[in-house]
């Protein structure tokens, strides 16, 4: 089994930026898959950024395409996403998820754009 647990979220303003964590405990995840998504009220679950560890190339959403990183860290098993740039759009609950089929996912960590 794997625990995710992100960290990071907050109220920033537009234009600024925020770095979210997702520490893994209880197995490695060198070798997963791991991806960052988000959920509005009242909007489906989006799929920002992946990344298959081993590999460490990672993939975005065209609507976070340039202001989003995803980076890892294999020796604290955590993955990370800066986000800067960030929108008003970009509010909403991120989760870290992980394995295959996303078969672990983090409680999620609210992140709030607004002036």
């Known amino acids: 089994q794997v625990q995710l647990v992100e960290s990071g979220g907050g109220l920033v303003q537009p234009g600024g930026s925020l770095r979210l964590s997702c520490a893994a405990s209880?197995?490695?995840?060198?070798?997963?898959?791991m991806g960052w998504f988000r959920q509005a009220p009242g909007k489906e679950r989006e799929l920002v950024a992946s990344m298959i560890l081993s590999y460490g190339s990672p993939s975005y959403a065209n609507s976070v395409k340039g202001r989003f990183t995803m980076s890892k860290d294999n020796a604290k098993n955590t993955v990370y996403l800066q986000m800067n740039g960030l929108k008003p759009e970009d509010t909403a609950v991120y989760y870290c998820?992980?394995?295959?089929?996303?078969?672990?996912w983090g409680q999620g960590t609210q992140v709030t754009v607004s002036s």
């Open positions: 209880g197995r490695t995840v060198s070798a997963f898959i």
């Open positions: 998820a992980g394995g295959d089929a996303w078969r672990f």
